[in-house]
């Protein structure tokens, strides 16, 4: 009985710290992948003189977009060889412009939803 109670004892005491260092640690993977995207788009524009619409996407980075305006200078291999996803499984969003820059790039954070607080507040380039 005093052992399960001393388990007990370190799980709550142990839990919320690795919780805690989850949450910070997912942060700031999706805080590295837009760095990544934020050179990858950087090289695109050095290369083709402007950076691909919103509508071409991120998806510019790998794959040439077909749609106008079409890039001039286009590398074979694309910029990235994939996609990353944000750490909670979304899809990160691309504006060009951007309201805060030439582009805005981010995660809706944990809910997946612009806006929110804490951990559900949206991750930028910002």
Same mark, same amino acid.
Do not use: C
């Given at each position: 009985?005093?052992?399960?109670?001393?388990?007990?004892?370190?799980? *709550?005491?142990?839990?919320? %710290?690795?919780?805690?260092?989850?949450?910070?640690?997912?942060? /700031?993977?999706?805080?590295?992948?837009?760095?990544?995207?934020?050179?990858?788009?950087?090289?695109?524009?050095?290369? %083709?003189? *402007?950076?691909?619409?919103?509508?071409?996407?991120?998806?510019?980075?790998? &794959?040439?977009?077909? *749609?106008?305006?079409?890039?001039?200078?286009?590398?074979?291999?694309?910029?990235?060889?994939?996609?990353?996803?944000?750490?909670?499984? &979304?899809?990160?969003?691309?504006?060009?412009?951007?309201?805060?820059?030439?582009?805005?790039?981010?995660?809706?954070?944990?809910?997946?939803? /612009?806006?929110?607080?804490?951990?559900? *507040?949206?991750?930028?380039?910002?």
């Amino acid at each position: 009985m005093v052992v399960i109670v001393i388990l007990g004892l370190l799980v *709550s005491i142990v839990a919320p %710290n690795v919780l805690q260092n989850q949450d910070r640690a997912m942060v /700031e993977k999706a805080r590295a992948d837009i760095a990544m995207l934020e050179q990858a788009l950087d090289m695109y524009k050095l290369d %083709n003189h *402007s950076y691909p619409t919103t509508d071409q996407g991120l998806d510019a980075l790998v &794959n040439k977009p077909t *749609s106008s305006p079409e890039p001039r200078n286009y590398r074979s291999d694309g910029y990235i060889k994939r996609l990353p996803q944000d750490p909670w499984g &979304n899809q990160y969003q691309y504006l060009q412009p951007g309201e805060h820059g030439p582009f805005d790039l981010y995660s809706t954070g944990a809910d997946g939803d /612009e806006g929110g607080e804490g951990l559900a *507040s949206d991750i930028g380039n910002w």
